[in-house]
């Protein structure tokens, strides 16, 4: 069975631009949530979207959006990158939402850097 | 969100058990013990949860104290494939709202595995 995937694998940009990334959940899964893992730290909750609709946000800025689509896959935008967004973006889906004992199923992520 | 505080780095020789601990002394009654581990180049993985009693699976075994202040992750025979960076994290069993899909990850433990 295919995990989830992550496109691209790698991203260059330059300040000021834009960037979309994307991902596709375990077939099944309802649930999609983004990290951002800057080297050397733990991964840092960026959004959940459940059945298409944002579930939950960390402490990010508006530049940071997102949405999932009908076949559960979700896009991860960033407007007006910083050299600080240079990072591992990583996605994972789950079966559902409101189970906390739900395992986290991750994507090998996009690495991200800023120029 | 409860805290955990692991050691930054510890170190195994191959075929020896390992124990990797975790403090979560503001853990509440309803806080899931969850520990997901990330290997090199990959997005973290799930390795095993527990509420209260001692859990095992194919991967490891949690030894949960009996105040559930403080766990242990134990690898029963490391190999060289169980180097990565280990994360102890608190998830509430009703978190519902904008935390149900948020884990919170710490800076982890970096196991070093020895031939």
């Known amino acids: 069975d295919a995990g989830v995937t992550q496109s691209p694998t790698h991203l260059i940009k330059t300040r000021g631009q834009h960037v979309t990334l994307r991902c596709s959940p375990i077939s099944g899964h309802k649930s999609v949530s983004w990290y951002q893992q800057v080297l050397g730290q733990g991964p840092q909750f960026i959004f959940q979207?459940?059945?298409?609709?944002?579930?939950g946000r960390g402490n990010f800025p508006d530049r940071f959006s997102a949405r999932q689509f009908p076949n559960y896959s979700s896009e991860l935008n960033v407007n007006a990158l910083l050299l600080g967004d240079s990072a591992l973006y990583l996605c994972a889906s789950s079966p559902g939402w409101g189970v906390s004992t739900d395992t986290q199923y991750f994507g090998p992520g996009t690495r991200l850097t800023v120029l | 969100d409860a805290k955990t505080t692991q050691p930054n780095s510890m170190e195994s020789n191959e075929e020896e058990p390992v124990h990797l601990p975790c403090n979560h002394s503001?853990?509440?009654?309803?806080?899931?013990i969850h520990w997901y581990r990330q290997l090199p180049s990959q997005g973290p993985e799930y390795v095993i949860h527990?509420?209260?009693s001692n859990v095992n699976n194919r991967m490891a075994s949690l030894a949960i104290a009996e105040d559930r202040k403080s766990s242990t992750l134990i690898l029963h025979r490391a190999t060289l494939r169980d180097a990565a960076v280990y994360y102890c994290i608190l998830r509430a069993i009703n978190a519902g709202g904008t935390s149900y899909g948020k884990l919170t990850f710490g800076q982890g433990t970096i196991l070093t595995v020895h031939p």
């Open positions: 503001t853990i509440s009654g309803t806080d899931y």
């Open positions: 527990g509420l209260t």
């Open positions: 979207y459940y059945e298409k609709e944002e579930r």
